[in-house]
T-cell receptor, first 109, second 115 residues
């Protein structure tokens, strides 16, 4: 079966750096996505990786290793507003999105 | 404002009721989706419409009935639901093909409680 694994919950301190990992086993690969979802709000697109390496976008970076079936989302200079759930998703060979259960990130002052 | 609007935001219904969820997008997208989001579970794709035709129905019980009258509107008709159907129902839209098909724009969801 197809599977996306990510930690259920993480806690970090304001101003620090946190890395949220995502591992996947899917039938084929056509890209990996990260979405952010604040409580009670819509998930919003953060990043898309289809080639190996690091994609940087401001305080957020996303890394992909296709050979390892692994990605991480790196958040720098954490702010209280970064408290949210972070969803990892992979497009398989049929271009279907397979989703992880999400990582709830708690930022403490 | 996400460009995808869902109503109602909250809905409580009995098992014998009939209700509908509505989704509207103002982004010029031509694919629309219904997802079910339950606590601590991955998003579950329910239905996909592309160019107003249903292209995906992931073994969803018949008590859920989608309708897509045009590329901007999507409905989910609900009847004789079960308590386990209580969840957040998310609508999303995207381009049907090309690079834009990679990015979904979600609505804020309709929180459904079945008593």
């Amino acid at each position: 079966g197809q599977n996306i694994d990510q930690p259920t919950e993480m806690t970090a301190t304001e101003g620090a750096i946190v890395q949220i990992n995502c591992t996947y086993q899917t039938s084929g690969f056509n890209g990996l996505f990260w979405y952010q979802q604040h409580a009670g709000e819509a998930p919003t697109f953060l990043s898309y990786n289809v080639l190996d390496g690091l994609e940087e976008k401001g305080r957020f970076s996303s890394f992909l290793s296709r050979s390892k079936g692994y990605s991480y989302l790196l958040l720098k200079e954490l702010q209280m507003k970064d408290s949210a759930s972070y969803l990892c998703a992979v497009k398989d060979s049929n271009y279907q999105l397979i989703w992880g259960a999400g990582t709830k990130l708690i930022i403490k002052p | 404002e996400t460009g995808v609007t869902q109503t109602p935001r909250h809905l409580v219904m009995g098992m014998t009721n009939k209700k509908s969820l509505k989704c509207e997008q103002h982004l010029g997208h031509n694919a629309m989706y219904w997802y079910k989001q339950s606590a601590k579970k991955p998003l579950e794709l329910m239905f996909v419409y592309s160019l107003e035709e249903r292209v995906e129905n992931n073994s969803v019980p018949s008590r859920f009935s989608p309708e897509c009258p045009n590329s901007s509107h999507l409905f989910l008709h609900l009847h004789t639901l079960q308590p386990e159907d209580s969840a957040l129902y998310l609508c999303a839209s995207s381009q049907a093909s090309g690079i834009g098909a990679n990015v979904l724009t979600f609505g804020a969801g309709s929180r459904l409680t079945v008593l």
